[in-house]
């Protein structure tokens, strides 16, 4: 069965860190860039970051940039978000995706969803 699963979410203060892990299993990474979106209450999913298939290329929705940190280790199968200086509106389900586009549109493989709350 091929599968995207995530990982590493829950509540944290403003401020503060969370690494996000989406592992694969059932099928070849190697060859598919992978993006992470989120989904806040109320709002449309929206693209936070997106990695090429050799981790060569990396994006950032402009809200994130310099806070947060995509990067993949292949030889896992497990592509990584680290979130620093996490802010209030950061709060939201976070999912990974699979695409066979550099741009990571049209994922051909979702995972579930990890919630992430930034809270006081």
């Known amino acids: 069965q091929s599968q995207l699963v995530e990982s590493g979410g829950g509540l944290v203060q403003p401020g503060g860190s969370l690494r996000l892990s989406c592992a694969a299993s059932?099928?070849?990474?190697?060859?598919?860039?992978v993006g992470w979106f989120r989904q806040a209450p109320g709002k449309e999913r929206e693209g936070v970051s997106c990695?090429?298939?050799?981790?060569?290329?990396?994006n950032y929705a402009d809200s994130v940039k310099g806070r947060f940190t995509i990067f993949r280790d292949n030889a896992k199968k497990t592509v990584y978000l680290q979130m620093n200086s996490l802010k209030p509106e950061d709060t939201a389900v976070y999912y990974c995706?699979?695409?066979?586009?550099?741009?990571?549109?049209?994922?051909?493989?979702w995972g579930q969803g990890t919630q992430v709350t930034v809270s006081s």
């Open positions: 995706a699979a695409s066979l586009s550099v741009l990571c549109v049209l994922p051909e493989y």
């Open positions: 059932g099928f070849n990474l190697d060859v598919y860039a």
């Open positions: 990695i090429s298939s050799n981790g060569g290329r990396t």
